[in-house]
């Protein structure tokens, strides 16, 4: 279940397994399509979040609510369209997923039939609270969204208070 998705964001990776090392631990890795294997200990912090991501969100006896606070940390942003296709994919499949992001480029993903799914989170003007509104309920939405992306959208300010 995680090797296409692992196999969109490395081109080079032919399989996901665990395999043992020569001192005989069982180890997670990955088999490139030239047959070599490289261990969990020589992949970058940004693939091993992302199988983290992918093995959290795509176990089929994960959990039926999911938070996951700042999703696209540590991954290269050109990889940020999967991580926006992960979570929609598995709330279908699995229940609801809940990520919070500040990612111009995340949000920039993120299908615009979709944009009820996400939030606006502020501290009220007296500073005493929380507000929670849902995008296409801001003020002004239908305007900016008009004639700007999401992503440069949150690059202005335009959602912060």
Same mark, same amino acid.
């Given at each position: 279940?995680?090797?296409?998705?692992?196999?969109?964001?490395?081109?080079?990776?032919?399989?996901?397994?665990?395999? #043992?090392?020569?001192?005989?631990?069982?180890?997670?890795?990955?088999?490139?399509?030239?047959?070599? *294997?490289? /261990?969990?200990?020589?992949? #970058?912090?940004?693939?091993?979040?992302?199988?983290?991501?992918?093995?959290?969100?795509? #176990?089929?006896?994960?959990?039926?609510?999911?938070?996951?606070?700042?999703?696209?940390? =540590?991954? *290269?942003? #050109?990889?940020?369209?999967?991580?926006?296709?992960?979570?929609?994919?598995?709330?279908?499949? *699995?229940?609801? &997923?809940?990520?919070?992001?500040?990612?111009?480029?995340?949000?920039?993903?993120?299908?615009?039939?979709? *944009?009820?799914?996400?939030? &606006?989170?502020?501290?009220?003007?007296?500073?005493?609270?929380?507000?929670?509104?849902?995008?296409?309920?801001?003020?002004?939405? &239908?305007?900016?969204? /008009?004639? @700007? /992306?999401? =992503?440069?959208? @949150?690059?202005?300010?335009?959602?912060?208070?």
């Amino acid at each position: 279940m995680i090797r296409p998705w692992l196999t969109e964001l490395l081109p080079a990776v032919r399989d996901v397994r665990p395999f #043992s090392t020569e001192l005989g631990e069982v180890m997670f890795g990955v088999e490139e399509v030239t047959g070599a *294997h490289v /261990s969990a200990r020589s992949l #970058s912090d940004g693939t091993l979040r992302f199988v983290a991501l992918a093995t959290a969100l795509l #176990s089929p006896t994960r959990a039926e609510l999911l938070l996951i606070d700042e999703v696209e940390n =540590g991954l *290269h942003p #050109s990889r940020l369209r999967l991580v926006v296709e992960m979570p929609l994919a598995a709330a279908e499949a *699995h229940g609801q &997923v809940i990520v919070t992001t500040h990612s111009p480029a995340m949000l920039a993903y993120w299908p615009q039939d979709r *944009h009820e799914d996400i939030l &606006v989170v502020s501290r009220d003007e007296d500073d005493r609270g929380t507000t929670v509104v849902a995008l296409p309920e801001v003020p002004g939405y &239908v305007q900016a969204i /008009s004639t @700007q /992306s999401l =992503g440069e959208l @949150q690059l202005e300010g335009w959602m912060a208070p």
